[in-house]
């Protein structure tokens, strides 16, 4: 079943009303899927689990907000991009503008997109990251991966904040190059996939 035919399945008046089994639906549908969006967006395993128990918790919690033409996918994929960017807000002040650059390149290229398309990507941007120049990969990986903040990153590899700076600016505007080209080829393969 396309994810994009999900929405049909979804009885957004009966979770409005409280009704769990409707609920219990949407979570089945929907979790892995935003569990790997919150991946590509964090790169980190325990921040994607728990943004997306988050994302769940807050639908559950503000259901009788709900109107009736609402894309529960779209609410969804909205809700854990915002947790996300509230994250690095609060911990990653320093980052911010580069995180929600690299937001909107993810958001450009996943919002109508099945699991396996999502999954596809999510190897391509490993790869991507590993092809970045040994210094930008590093400081990237530190950054996007294991939390860190620009300070901690100048701390720990012995290099100026202004380094830090340069070599995550300068690695987002390479994958923001590398990944548009190589999604736009994966969107085509599976379109052309999809007519036979």
Not at 14 to 19: F, H, K, L, P
Not at 53 to 75: A, H, M, N, P
Not at 77 to 105: C, G, I, P, Q, W
Not at 146 to 151: D, P, S, V
Request: hydrophobic share 40%; proline share 1%; net charge positive.
């Amino acid at each position: 079943m396309n994810s994009n035919d999900r929405n049909i399945n979804v009885d957004v008046n009966a979770i409005r009303n409280g009704d769990k089994a409707a609920f219990r639906t949407v979570i089945d549908l929907y979790y892995k899927e935003v569990y790997w969006y919150a991946k590509s967006l964090g790169r980190d395993d325990t921040l994607a689990k728990d943004l997306t128990q988050e994302t769940f918790f807050t639908l559950w919690k503000k259901r009788d907000k709900l109107s009736d033409g609402v894309v529960i996918k779209g609410w969804l994929y909205k809700s854990v991009r915002n947790k996300f960017l509230d994250h690095v807000k609060k911990y990653r002040k320093e980052t911010y503008l580069l995180e929600t650059a690299f937001v909107e390149t993810l958001d450009s290229v996943v919002w109508s997109e099945n699991q396996e398309i999502l999954r596809r990507k999510m190897e391509i941007i490993d790869r991507e990251i590993l092809n970045l120049p040994k210094k930008c990969s590093k400081v990237f990986l530190l950054s996007k991966k294991e939390g860190l903040t620009n300070n901690e990153i100048a701390d720990y590899l012995g290099v100026s904040l202004k380094t830090v700076e340069g070599h995550l600016t300068k690695a987002i505007k390479i994958l923001k190059e590398k990944l548009r080209e190589k999604f736009s080829v994966l969107f085509m393969l599976f379109r052309h996939l999809g007519q036979n």
